[in-house]
């Protein structure tokens, strides 16, 4: 049986710098926390961590003061049921997992997303898909799948955009979006027999480009606290009967006729809206 430890506690081995001092450290897979000081001012020359690390956090100062230590590299952990997309540092940065970190004076966190809850959708491969720097430029699967899973992942690259046309006119009736999405493209999901799309689980700002979700069957639409703006045309002829935005909403531009010819018959408009287009 492996470890049952979870948690290395703030100044837990802190200070064994003279005989007999910790010169290499393995945590095991078991561990999701590590303390402040848990490790500092010992001798340490490697740290490592086993397979199927389920590590979330790393504390401030918890490798400090090991003048041998030039880096670490962080695991992409594991979490049941969610995937694992970067970690973020107390400085704001963003690390890929298995990345090197040497800055041993800021703590980091893991983020996790939970899993589309969909047993009867297909998760798209990378033999489905033609990725450019982290975009999906071209699809191709079986459209008899009209619900479908876009992972955070494929073929090593994370998933930031959705190309332009990737999914015209497609079957589609609903869609997992990536929570590592930050832009979707000019006609994307355009006259697809979408009925819904949901922006909540991602992660970071998400631009929604123009005509990507023109012409579809979207009925409700909620707009989260991560969509930064909605392009010309964006959400044009849907039939649309209900538009809500988060309370926390970040939406700051509605551009001309994104919202042209749906059934709207009232909206609340968010705060941080700075421009509404002609006939939005």
């Known amino acids: 049986a492996g470890s049952l430890l979870k948690t290395i506690e703030s100044g837990a081995f802190d200070g064994y710098s ?3 001092a910790i010169a290499t ?11 402040s000081k848990a490790f ?48 973020i540092t107390s400085a704001g940065n963003i690390v890929k997992g298995n990345e090197a970190v040497s800055d041993f004076d800021i703590s980091y966190t893991a983020v996790f997303v939970d899993k589309p809850d969909c047993p009867d959708c297909y998760t798209l491969t990378a033999a489905d898909v033609t990725i450019v720097d982290g975009i999906i430029t071209d699809c191709s699967y079986d459209v008899n799948h009209q619900s479908i899973i876009i992972p955070n992942f494929l073929d090593g690259n994370m998933i ?65 606290d ?28 509605i551009a001309e006729a994104a919202l042209l010819y749906n059934l709207l018959t009232s909206v609340t408009i968010p705060g941080s809206l700075r421009y509404i287009g002609d006939r939005a």
Not at 49 to 67: R, V
Request: glycine residues 8%; proline residues 4%.
């Open 40 to 87: 500092r001012d010992n001798a340490l020359t490697s740290v490592t961590f086993e397979d199927g690390s389920k590590l979330k956090f790393i504390d401030a100062t918890a490798f400090s003061g090991n003048a041998e230590l030039t880096s670490i590299v962080l695991p992409a952990s594991y979490s049941d049921g969610q995937d694992f997309i970067h970690w």
């Open 160 to 224: 930031t955009g959705i190309g332009e046309s990737v999914f015209y006119s497609d079957t589609l009736l609903s869609i997992y979006l990536p929570a590592t999405l930050t832009y979707i493209g000019k006609e994307a999901f355009r006259k697809s027999p979408l009925d819904s799309i949901d922006f909540s689980p991602i992660i970071g700002e998400l631009d929604i480009g123009e005509d990507s979700v023109r012409d579809c069957s979207i009925d409700t639409l909620f707009i989260g």
């Open 18 to 20: 003279g005989p007999g």
């Open 226 to 253: 991560n969509v930064k703006s909605i392009s010309l045309n964006a959400f044009r002829n849907n039939n649309m009967k209900s538009l809500v935005f988060a309370d926390n909403c970040i939406v700051d531009s």
């Open 25 to 35: 450290v393995v945590i095991p897979a078991s561990v999701e926390t590590i303390g």
